[in-house]
Each structure stands twice: as C-alpha cells, then as structure tokens.
C-alpha cells in the first residue's frame, strides 16, 4: 500500500514557509540520523527535532518532542544532542518538489555551510546532506540511482530537472495571453491536463478547482474566473492550512478545494501530525525476499552495464564511414590486389597510406562489396544506437525503482511477473543438477553469455535444449564447426562489438580456424530447424545474416578470461 499523501509544489511552498518561520536561526545537529524504517531525524534545540517519515506509507514531517520521539522509538535520539550548527535558512524553489535547510556550523566541517535537501517527487521520497562549497553528497537516507542522477555519497549532487511550466513572473497581459493560447481552444475535458503541463503550482490535485466551471463549459467568462484563481494561488502567499478528505486518504493543504471536504488544522506541521496521530499502527509485514530483491538488483546492474556499452558504441560512432571509405578506396584502386591477400596498402585520398583486411577468398571487387555491405550493417546499427541507450535507461530508471522499492518493504506488483518471466527463460536454457554441460563458456567484454558446442552431438543438446529462442545462434559458413549461442532476450541485434567477438569464437571453432578471414552466418535461435533425419550437428536456417571475422586467438583468451571472473 503507498501513502496516499501527495507531495505538489503548493504544498512543499507552504510546508517551506512554515519551517522556515519554525526553524530559521535555531541551533540544530549538524548530521541528521537517517534510519532503516525511511525516516530522518534532525535535533533541534529546546528538546525538539526535525521529524521526516519518508516510508511509503507514511509521508509526514513534523517537528516533534523529545518525549514523543522516544514514544515513536525514533532511532539515534540522544540526551544530550551535539547542536553545533545553525538554520541559516530554508527554502523551496519555485514551483518544485524540493525543501532545501541550510546549515552553518564554523569549523566543523570544511566551509562550515551544508544543506539538508529533501525531494518530494512522487515515488523517490529522499533526504540527502549536501556540501555546499563542493555540491557533493555527505550522505543520503536513500542511496541509489534515480533518473540519471546519481545519489550516492560522495557523488555530485544534481537537482531534479526543473518543471519549466509558466511562471506568475510576468504582467498580467502576458499572462492572459499565455493562458488563452494553452487553454482557449482546447475542449473543456482536456484543460486539466494541459493546465498542470504548463501552468506552475498546478497540479492533479489542484487542477479541477481552479478550473472550476472551465473544466466542464466554455466561455471567456470561465476562463478569465479560473485564470483568476491560478494567478491568485500561484503568486500569493499561503496562509492556509486544511486536511482534505480525498478518495485516497486525509491530505494536508495549504488551501480547501471546491468540492472536496476539508476541516481547517492549526498548520500544515499540524496537519500531518494530526495524520499520523490518527493513521492505524503498522502491522510488521513480510519484507520480500533477499533472493527477490537481489534478481532486481542483478537486473538493475545488467541495465547499467548495458548503459555502459552502448554509450561506449556510441563514443565509436563512425565505423561506417570507415569502412565505406575502404571501399571506395579498394574500388580505386582494384590492380593493387591480388586474389589471395590477406591485405593491401593503398595510397589514401589525403596523401597517406591506409591498410586494408582482404579476405583471402574473394576477389579485389568482392571484397569492395563486403566492406560496403559491411558499412551498410555498421550504419544501421549506429542509427539504432540512441534507441537502444534511451531504452536501457528506461530499464535502468525502472529497475532502480523496483530496487528502492523492495529495499523499504514494498513489492511493486509488476516485478514479481517480470522476474518470473526471466527466470523460465533461464530454466529453460539451464543444465540440469550433476549433467554434463555440452558447451564451453565464454563472456564477451560486453557481459552477455556465450556458449560453444563441444561436438556435433553436443550442438544439437547447446541449439535445441540449452538456448532460448531469443538468443543469437551462430555458425562459420559452409564449413564444419560448433554451434554457438550468444545469451540475448532484448529485441533487435545485440551490440556490435559482442556480436563480433561471439563470431570470432564461432570462426575458431570451426574448420575455417586458418583463413585470414571468415564469413560468419547468425540468426535467431527460433529460426534454426533440424531436418527430420538429419545428422548430429546438421540444422537449415532463415532469416540469416552474414558478418566477416579475423579467428584470432587472443580473442578467445580474452572471453575465457572474463567468463572465469564469473
């Protein structure tokens, strides 16, 4: 169950503008006490401290008494507090999700400023202590990925990306005219949504009162009374304080919204004290798992990793031009090789020498053809790039979530399925208990799994019982020579460079092992059929694709290498 709580930049304004009146100039401790249940306790002079229940749950901020800290069984609550350092300020930003405490302590720590930040964004609840001079992160009540940004101690801090949305900076005219614009022309359904994208302090909250009638009618005289109502909540002051009744559970507000039931609190710090007063006490849950939340932390670190290839593809961009370039050197000057060689030194077009790899096989005009086929595959691929990186975020930013979640004892309801359908995938292709494996293994400097058939029997136990469907399955064309399985369940090609070592291996394990360069054939595993009488080893295949490698052997070492570090 989440906190039916909702942080928006109305309220963490308000909530700002109470904490500072509260705060501002007191002696504080210069290090909060950050506790395994989300919480955040900062001491404050006059037997009090800061109090930030930050669990799912909960969601509440308080300043609270030592009696009823001792009452909570707050953790770190100590006697006789070190209060060496002072509330300078605080603050919010405007229209954000973000509490910024800033703290003075001379002498203490190096530049004597540090700021207690505390984000408020939905689902990443956090609370990190900020070097001021060095903007780097002391420490964090949740130490992790999130969004890109890193926030784990000692890293940089990096601000959520601001919200960008119109400020109430402007004259009224030019207000007006923003407003009409977003607003006028759309039906009356669609405002909400439109106001909270591009107007500040809305939020789907607010959104239906300050719409009002404008939500449901049109009319210029809708319009302006809910322009009204915006300009006059996004740039007033906020002197309110109410618990909402909502569908999800009490609310405080920095204002009553027309149509929802509200009672008036003493303040908003009173509010949630009032909540939390009231909410039912915790029952202890079963928390998930280790082994539950290790396959999502695996999962998240398989994302990074990804992240960490493609982006250094991405810093290769230009292979394609490359080997285009190659061609059309080779197709200039085609008396300058031989059927046979391996290679050819050839005048560049800016006044040097480029050497080029030949297959020894084809012809100067065949291989031409192969480097331009080549460089055609390279360019699809680097157009893909991007995509790719921009998906593996996506799991990143997903997974990192998931791992935050089951670290507080939540499970979000869609991890479950998502591990077990990686995990009968991995059934599926896994050795049983005390079976000989019918492959060597091999790890590609990308991280993915290759596997190698032993022998001809053995390639078809590697193809048929030890690969899932989606993996790339490849062989040395036309010539004897193992199966090969490169672990893949992502949708399109694999990474170039792990396709290309996973090919190497293929080429050495085969009768083409001498040749300078050999033509590789891969496909996906769904699309490899065994002939009904068909020999051991013997298979057909569609849907193939065909790359040239160099066997070099110090590849082999290599993936060996990186598969023993496993």
């Known amino acids: 169950m989440s906190n039916p709580i909702r942080f928006d930049p109305l309220l963490v304004r308000a909530v700002a503008a109470e904490l500072r009146a509260a705060l501002q100039g007191r002696s504080v401790q210069p290090q909060p006490v950050f506790d395994r249940d989300l919480s955040c306790t900062l001491a404050l002079d006059r037997g009090q401290a800061l109090r930030l229940d930050l669990h799912p749950r909960r969601g509440w901020i308080r300043i609270l008494s030592a009696e009823s800290l001792e009452g909570e069984g707050a953790k770190g609550r100590d006697d006789d ?11 919010a930003p405007v229209d954000e999700r973000l509490l910024r405490i800033d703290l003075h302590e001379g002498g203490r720590f190096r530049g004597g400023k540090r700021s207690l930040v ?21 420490s964090a009540l949740r130490a992790r990925d999130a969004g890109g940004r890193s926030l784990m101690p000692g890293a940089f801090y990096q601000p959520p990306a601001p919200a960008r949305r119109t400020l109430p900076d402007r004259p009224r005219d030019a207000l007006w005219e923003a407003w009409t614009a977003a607003l006028g022309s759309l039906p009356p359904a669609e405002r909400p949504r439109e106001l909270v994208r591009r107007f500040a302090y809305a939020s789907p909250l607010n959104a239906a009162a300050l719409l009002g009638s404008a939500a449901s009618v049109d009319g210029d005289a809708a319009l302006e009374e ?17 618990i909402l009744r909502t569908p999800a559970g009490p609310q405080p507000y920095p204002m009553a919204l027309e149509g929802v039931e ?6 908003l710090l009173a509010a949630f004290g009032t909540i939390a007063a009231a909410a039912p006490a915790e029952v202890e849950e079963a928390k998930p798992g280790p082994d539950l939340l290790g396959q999502a932390r695996r999962k998240l670190s398989g994302a ?19 080997l285009r370039a190659q061609g059309d050197l ?19 077009f800016d006044g040097g020498e480029m050497e080029i790899a030949l ?94 058939g032993r022998s001809s029997r053995d390639n078809d136990k590697l193809t048929f019982r030890h690969a899932a469907h989606g993996d790339v399955w490849l062989h040395a064309r036309s010539v004897p020579g193992s199966h090969v399985v490169l672990r893949w369940a992502e949708e399109g090609a694999p990474p170039a460079r792990d396709l290309e070592e996973a090919a190497t291996l293929a080429a050495l394990y ?48 290599r993936l060996r290498a990186e598969a023993g570090k496993d």
């Open 330 to 348: 080779l197709l200039a000057h085609l008396d300058w090789a031989e059927p046979g060689d391996a290679s050819v030194v050839l005048p560049d």
């Open 118 to 138: 505390i984000e408020l964004h939905t689902n990443q609840w956090n609370v990190l202590l900020v070097d001021s001079e060095e903007r780097r992160i002391v």
């Open 226 to 242: 809910a322009f009204e109502r915006w300009w006059e909540v996004a740039d007033g002051d906020d002197a309110g304080a109410f």
């Open 359 to 452: 297959d020894p096989k084809l012809k100067p005009h065949e291989n031409a053809e192969r480097l331009y086929d080549e460089a055609r595959r390279r360019a699809r691929a680097e157009a893909r790039l991007p995509e790719l990186l921009e998906a593996a975020e996506k799991e990143r930013e997903r997974w990192s979530g998931a791992v935050a979640a089951l670290e507080a004892g939540e499970t979000p309801v869609w991890v479950e399925g998502a591990l077990r359908r990686g995990d009968a995938k991995e059934r599926k292709a896994a050795p049983q208990p005390g079976e000989r494996l019918p492959y060597r293994l091999y790890r590609t400097s990308g991280g993915l799994e290759v596997r190698v």
């Open 81 to 91: 507090p070190d209060l060496s350092a002072r509330v300078l300020r605080v603050s």
């Open 510 to 557: 085969s009768k083409a092992r001498t040749s300078g360069t050999v033509a590789v054939d891969w496909t996906r595993r769904k699309y490899v059929r065994k002939p009904r009488g068909a020999p051991p080893g013997r298979v057909t295949l569609i849907n193939a694709k065909t790359l040239f490698v160099a066997p070099d052997p110090a590849v082999e070492e």
């Open 262 to 267: 509200s009672v008036r609190a003493e303040s």
């Open 304 to 322: 990074e990793k990804r992240i960490e290839r493609l982006r250094e593809e991405l810093a290769g961009v230009g292979q394609a031009d490359r």
